[in-house]
């Protein structure tokens, strides 16, 4: 797995990360918000402005109400949209959308495969890893839209790390002893990016194609929300993606 490079930029007092891997890729827009955004959990967070405000394109956001499970949602050009769908993975081969998804320490998986023109997003916190939810979408986008894994470049976005991801006893122990670490102050840590990357192995995707930021959206709190840091009172990112 490789490093994966964000760029900062700003767009009328908001601030945004675009990351150089899907950049080198002249077929997607994507974005992921900071702490910029004031998204409180209560908050309509209307998506299709902010997006519209970042790119500069005018289309229909597809959302999930995310449950940390392991459904994927499949939209293509034969399915009528709705504005909202149940799930923690989203793929499409649509053109005149954007998908999107929202986190707070979670991780957010930025997906492309360009031979097919598909891409997808995920929402992966521990519950959603340890159903296998990136090993289900791949599956899923072979399955449905004719994908390959070892086409997909794969990036996971910044979410929180195993120096401050402390779990319990009763979480720790259901993770293979690779992906859990000591604590100093006591207990075990959980590295969500790393179970992610070996479930994505797993299903063929190459581990050259996947790249991983290391920020830590519970040590970065001038740029993140941190649900860990700032318990049930914290905002949202948004992730978002789609194809030109």
Same mark, same amino acid.
């Given at each position: ?119 997808? *997003? $995920?929402?992966?916190?521990? @519950?959603?890893? /340890?159903?296998?939810?990136? +090993?289900?979408?791949?599956?899923? &986008? ?49 590295? *969500? $990016?790393?179970?992610?990357? @070996?479930?994505? /192995?797993?299903?063929?995707? +190459?581990?050259?194609?996947?790249? &991983? ?32």
């Amino acid at each position: 797995m490789r490093s994966n490079d964000f760029t900062v930029r700003n767009t009328q007092s908001l601030r945004w990360l675009i990351f150089s891997p899907l950049e080198k890729h002249s077929l997607v827009l994507h974005g992921f918000t900071t702490r910029s955004y004031p998204a409180s959990v209560d908050q309509n967070i209307r998506l299709d402005h902010l997006i519209r405000k970042i790119t500069g394109v005018n289309r229909e956001v597809v959302s999930l109400r995310q449950v940390h499970g392991d459904e994927c949602v499949v939209i293509t050009s034969k399915d009528k949209l709705r504005r909202e769908y149940r799930g923690d993975a989203v793929l499409t081969d649509r053109k005149d959308i954007f998908i999107s998804i929202q986190v707070a320490d979670c991780v957010p998986i930025f997906m492309h495969e360009e031979k097919r023109r598909v891409i997808g *997003l $995920i929402h992966a916190g521990w @519950k959603g890893t /340890l159903l296998g939810i990136a +090993k289900r979408t791949i599956e899923t &986008a072979k399955e449905r839209l004719g994908c390959e894994p070892g086409n997909f470049t794969i990036c996971f976005g910044p979410s929180i790390r195993s120096c401050c991801y402390r779990v319990s006893d009763d979480v720790a122990i259901l993770f293979d002893d690779e992906c859990i670490h000591p604590s100093a102050k006591g207990g075990a840590t959980l590295d *969500l $990016i790393g179970i992610n990357r @070996k479930q994505l /192995l797993g299903c063929g995707v +190459k581990d050259n194609m996947m790249f &991983a930021t290391s920020s830590c959206t519970c040590c970065e709190k001038k740029l993140f929300y941190s649900y860990r840091r700032e318990k049930e009172n914290t905002g949202r990112m948004v992730g978002f993606l789609g194809l030109k």
